[in-house]
């Protein structure tokens, strides 16, 4: 599971984080502390200070963001395509923002 977090913020190398308050292993973040640079953190209550996957989907879809334009299908963009490729199959990061 670590493997695939490390390769995971290898290829995205994120400036930023958003982390689930207090649900993280010690090994996680010392796995965090050692893949990133220096990225703005924050750890936030799941639920309360933000959605998780599946609500933010649907909150994108009833909002109408995205949405098809003369003939074409409505589609997500492709930065959020590759997100949720990555993380849809993803243990590590249960509550995780995408």
């Known amino acids: ?5 490390r390769g995971h913020i290898t290829v995205l190398m994120p400036q930023e984080i958003i982390l689930p308050k207090g649900k993280l292993s010690s090994t996680t973040s010392k796995v965090l502390r050692a893949s990133l640079r220096n990225p703005r953190q924050h750890q936030l209550a799941p639920g309360d200070s933000f959605w998780d996957a ?3 989907l649907q ?4 909002a109408g963001y ?3 334009s003369q003939g074409q ?3 997500l963009p492709p930065a959020l395509q590759v997100m949720l490729l990555l993380f849809s199959h993803s243990r590590f990061c249960s509550g995780c923002m995408v």
């Open 54 to 56: 599946a609500y933010t």
């Open 1 to 5: 599971m670590r493997t695939g977090l």
């Open 59 to 62: 909150e994108i879809e009833q």
């Open 66 to 68: 995205f949405k098809a």
């Open 73 to 75: 299908q409505g589609a």
